[in-house]
């Protein structure tokens, strides 16, 4: 089977969630402005804590350049603040207590780790900050607000296609991104109700830490060690 080239597998994928997410916050930033507070006190402020800035992830560029337009449109001041990396949960979980200190009028959050940003954002809810979960969920997070893609959902329809490809015999991998991340749990979740009787095809589940360059490297792993992947 041969590999298509990193870039061309990768830019094939245009990120229409990152655009509806964007969208979305659009809506959000205006009831920030104009529903908090009726009192005017200049600019309302609000941080937003992201996973990583990644500038080769078309995803998270449109979602920031999305909601750094909707902040200019509504005269909001919109400070960002990312973890080195996607899977540094901590750093992010020190960044989430720092914005607390600050007093922000909101706090919008892509939290890091569905059971490791517990915590941090229960003590944004204790704070009385206004809080927005974007694309990812945390344990706990019921009540809050959540802007995200029915990730469930999208990964069953690509389940149900892929059944028109496969047989009994067929090998099925997936290389998903962050373990531990609500949305990676919820794709695999939905990719494996739509596989219905095939699921049991999946012989082996990889993370690629939204790492582009390890998942080519696992993909070609995957494909020495397994010759009949379908």
């Not at 809506?27 to 920030?32: D, I, K, R, T």
């Not at 919820?186 to 012989?203: A, Q, S, T």
């Amino acid at each position: 089977m041969k590999l298509p080239g990193k870039n061309e597998s990768v830019r094939r994928l245009l990120p229409i969630g990152a655009v509806v997410l964007a969208a979305l916050f659009l809506a959000f930033l205006f009831y920030v402005q104009y529903a908090r507070e009726k009192e005017e006190r200049g600019p309302k402020r609000i941080i937003c804590v992201l996973k990583v800035l990644d500038e080769t992830n078309d995803f998270w560029e449109q979602l920031l350049e999305g909601a750094q337009m909707a902040a200019l449109e509504y005269g909001i001041e919109l400070e960002v603040v990312a973890a080195s990396q996607e899977t540094a949960i901590e750093e992010q979980n020190q960044l989430i207590y720092w914005a607390i200190e600050e007093r922000p009028d909101a706090i919008l959050l892509m939290p890091s780790s569905q059971e490791g940003t517990a915590q941090a954002v229960e003590k944004v809810r204790e704070s009385g900050i206004p809080i927005v979960l974007v694309d990812s969920s945390v344990n706990g997070s019921q009540g809050l607000t959540r802007v995200a893609t029915d990730n469930v959902e999208a990964g069953k329809i690509q389940g149900e296609f892929m059944k028109k490809f496969l047989t009994k015999e067929s090998q099925i991998a997936i290389v998903s991104y962050v373990k531990g991340a609500s949305t990676a749990a919820d794709r695999e979740k939905g990719l494996r109700e739509g596989l219905g009787e095939f699921e049991d095809n999946i012989v082996e589940v990889v993370f690629c830490d939204s790492d582009y360059d390890k998942a080519y490297r696992l993909v070609k792993e995957l494909l020495e060690k397994y010759p009949q992947i379908d």
